[in-house]
């Protein structure tokens, strides 16, 4: 699927919600973000940003049902709010992680979605104190921090 296929989706879903003045532009990185603005925009932000999961969720569906699963990998985001919650849960590890640390033991973090795991997991990829693994089933699936000390070689 190419980024005006996707763009055309995702602009009838908005359009199907009354938001059909929002702008929609697309990045392609890691994952396709697609970032869409709109000052009517909070309808989907509301209850914690459950409106977006569930337009995300219906974008996917719509996606992998045309196109197949290997299309999925893309995230709307609503006047960056996706991004803010994420900079959030990077705050919160750096902050755990300093815990881990200074007291040279393990932090777990609370539970959350499987793309938060993987933000917190490429934070620390490259540290050489900070270990991550992910412990626990299902909602409470979580992430561990743990302190490995300087590697000596």
Do not use: C, W
């Not at 709307?76 to 991004?83: A, K, L, T």
């Not at 705050?91 to 007291?103: C, D, G």
């Amino acid at each position: 699927m190419n980024e005006g296929e996707l763009k055309t989706i995702v602009e009838a879903l908005l359009g199907y919600l009354g938001l059909s003045s929002a702008t929609v532009s697309i990045s392609i990185g890691h994952r396709t973000v697609v970032a869409v603005t709109s000052e009517d925009a909070g309808v989907l932000l509301q209850n914690k940003g459950d409106g977006l999961r569930a337009l995300n969720a219906l974008a996917r569906r719509l996606v992998e049902k045309k196109y197949g699963e290997e299309a999925t990998n893309f995230l709307i985001d609503v006047n960056g709010y996706h991004e803010q919650q994420m900079e959030v849960v990077r705050a919160n590890a750096r902050m755990l992680a300093q815990r881990a640390r200074l007291f040279k033991h393990e932090v777990e973090m609370p539970p959350m979605s499987s793309y938060e795991r993987l933000v917190v997991h490429e934070l620390f990829a490259d540290d050489a104190e900070i270990e991550t693994r992910s412990e626990g089933e299902g909602k409470f699936r979580h992430i561990v921090l743990a302190f490995r000390g300087t590697k000596t070689s």
